[in-house]
């Protein structure tokens, strides 16, 4: 089984099972704080996974959130480490737990795979429209069978844009402080409530562009290649090129990068 194929069959593999567990009364648990949630689909969808992966190729290693929640080594130096590892499948089981939760739309299974330190494969799938959004490095990006690309959108204010609320009370403060700016430059501000949601809406031009603080590797590894292969770019939020353990980031068609930058 080639990589893709690997990545792709194992998300909607666990997109099938989170499906069938929407609205049957699931329970929320509290992780690092009051606004950071986590059910035992979640758990599942990672096991999921992590065992189809790891079956179909024995000899990688898988970072995935909730597995990393309950682990002793700081993030930070797990990808450190990433540089040295050949094959890193870095997984979230579900990205937009909050929507599973409530029953809303707009939950996706994001796996991302790096070689190195380097992001060389990304699925992104929602399951509840039936959407993958794939892209290998130097291949392109498509949802489904279909090729995509960025927004033609020349103006901030022809855009879509999008953000999200992250767990982190100062995160949250600094991201809802932007708004103000950015929101009297775009056409309107959506809040989808998955981070890898909105990178795969960047890539396929339904969003102009997303910016977000206080992120995680598994939020958008895999969303930055689908970006990046569609055409867009992706930094930091000091307008870096984009490095598995930036926090704060902006992904855009491009053409509306320095609006968004010079907005923060
Ligand atoms: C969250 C979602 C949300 C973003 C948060 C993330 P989770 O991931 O991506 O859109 O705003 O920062 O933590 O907790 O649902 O996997
Ligand atoms: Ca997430
Ligand atoms: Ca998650």
Request: charged share 20%.
């Amino acid at each position: 089984m080639s990589y893709l194929e690997t990545a792709c069959n194992a998300a909607r593999l666990a997109g099938e099972m989170i499906l069938s567990q929407v609205s049957t009364g699931i329970i929320a648990e509290k992780k690092s704080s009051n606004f950071d949630v986590v059910t035992e689909i979640d758990k599942r969808s990672e096991q999921m996974i992590r065992d189809f992966i790891l079956e179909a190729h024995p000899e990688h290693f898988l970072l995935g959130e909730e597995e990393s929640f309950a682990a002793e080594k700081p993030l930070s130096q797990v990808l450190q480490d990433a540089q040295d590892v050949p094959f890193l499948w870095i997984v979230d089981p579900i990205d937009g737990t909050a929507n599973f939760i409530h029953g809303i739309p707009g939950f996706t299974i994001s796996i991302a795979l790096a070689c190195n330190g380097e992001i060389i494969l990304g699925v992104v799938y929602d399951p509840c429209r039936d959407e993958l959004f794939w892209a290998e490095k130097g291949k392109g990006s498509f949802c489904n069978d279909k090729k995509i690309s960025i927004s033609e959108a020349e103006k901030a204010v022809d855009c879509m844009i999008a953000t999200g609320f992250v767990s982190t009370s100062a995160f949250r403060e600094v991201n809802i402080a932007s708004m103000d700016s950015i929101g009297k430059e775009f056409r309107s501000i959506r809040v989808l409530g998955s981070a890898a949601l909105h990178l795969a809406y960047v890539a396929c031009g339904r969003l102009g562009a997303f910016w977000q603080y206080g992120l995680s590797v598994w939020d958008i590894a895999a969303g930055v290649l689908l970006v990046k292969e569609a055409g867009g770019t992706v930094t930091n939020t000091k307008g870096n090129v984009y490095s598995l353990s930036d926090q704060n980031i902006i992904a855009s068609n491009s053409k509306v990068h320095s609006t968004v930058l010079n907005c923060l």
